[in-house]
């Protein structure tokens, strides 16, 4: 870009540019884990669904693995019922779509809902609205357990440099996130807190 643009522009922006069937967001100091375009190709190709959603390994600043966080595998309708044991079933924040490098979808889900998705611009998680919103309108969605990227942690910025700041993020756009799309279903506001 000539200028910054800031994370949620700049997701857009590579998405409006791109001419495959798919996207797959990376974090500038994320990782690919060996294996990982073939098995997410391969995930794709054979689960045909719009979003598959994957697991990740938390590292350190110096790329050494911490743990695993995978989403429970399985293939998730789209039905309220099925999406909110899906979200509740979380092992943390990341897995609600928050962590961009941890699911790819068809570029179609993104396009479709460009001028909704871009009024999310300037909250860090305009590929959260993008996922949660393609859901309620009827995306599919499959979810493996294979961990295919890995997270470096403790990377400073704008975000995790002030303490209580991502706490305070995530929270915001909860709510922001439940009044735009949820507002009238109470069970996923409580699905969305169980992660959180």
Known sequence: ????????????????????????????????????????????????????QFGYVQANLQLQHLYRVSPPAGIIDATPKSLTAYLAAQPNMSMVFT?????????????????????????FYIQMFAMHSALVAGASLAAIEDCLVVARGGNPNEINSVPGRFVALDSQTVKKLVGELYDDNPRIWRALGEPF
């Open 1 to 52: 870009q000539q200028k910054n643009l800031g994370p949620d522009r700049n997701f857009d922006a590579v998405i409006t540019e791109a001419h495959g069937e798919y996207c797959w967001l990376l974090g500038s100091d994320d990782v690919v884990e060996p294996g990982g375009v073939s098995a997410l190709v391969s995930a794709l190709s054979s689960l045909q669904v719009d979003i598959v």
């Open 99 to 123: 962590f961009i490098s941890a699911y790819a979808f068809r570029r179609s889900v993104w396009m479709e809902r460009q001028k909704n998705i871009l009024t999310w611009t300037g909250t």
